[in-house]
């Protein structure tokens, strides 16, 4: 009988932190992750919603200091950031 309370310790605590690791489901995207992530936790991404015009100039700053995006990238990112990250 305790092998089965270790069982079900370990289960309860192997998915208590597989929520913690995945941010409790909160959606990310794979270009935020890989491009700011690359600088930066990417929680700063995703704690504050801004304004179009804010995304611009934060993501200008970025390539500033050398955030390496191709154009194509950039589109894609500017489009998430708007469409899911937005004031508007």
């Known amino acids: 009988m305790p092998h089965i309370k270790i069982f079900f310790g370990l ?3 192997t998915h208590f932190l597989l929520i913690l690791l995945t941010g409790c489901g909160k959606k990310t995207f794979e270009i935020i ?3 700011c992530g ?3 936790k990417t929680s700063l991404v995703y704690e504050k919603k801004r304004s179009p015009g804010d995304w611009e100039l934060l993501v200008f700053g970025m390539k ?3 955030l390496r995006i191709t ?3 950039e589109e894609k990112l500017m489009r998430i950031l708007n469409n ?3 004031l508007e």
């Open 11 to 13: 289960f309860l605590m």
């Open 33 to 35: 992750e890989n491009k």
């Open 38 to 40: 690359q600088c930066h």
């Open 64 to 66: 500033s200091r050398g």
């Open 71 to 73: 154009a194509d990238e």
């Open 84 to 86: 899911s990250l937005s």
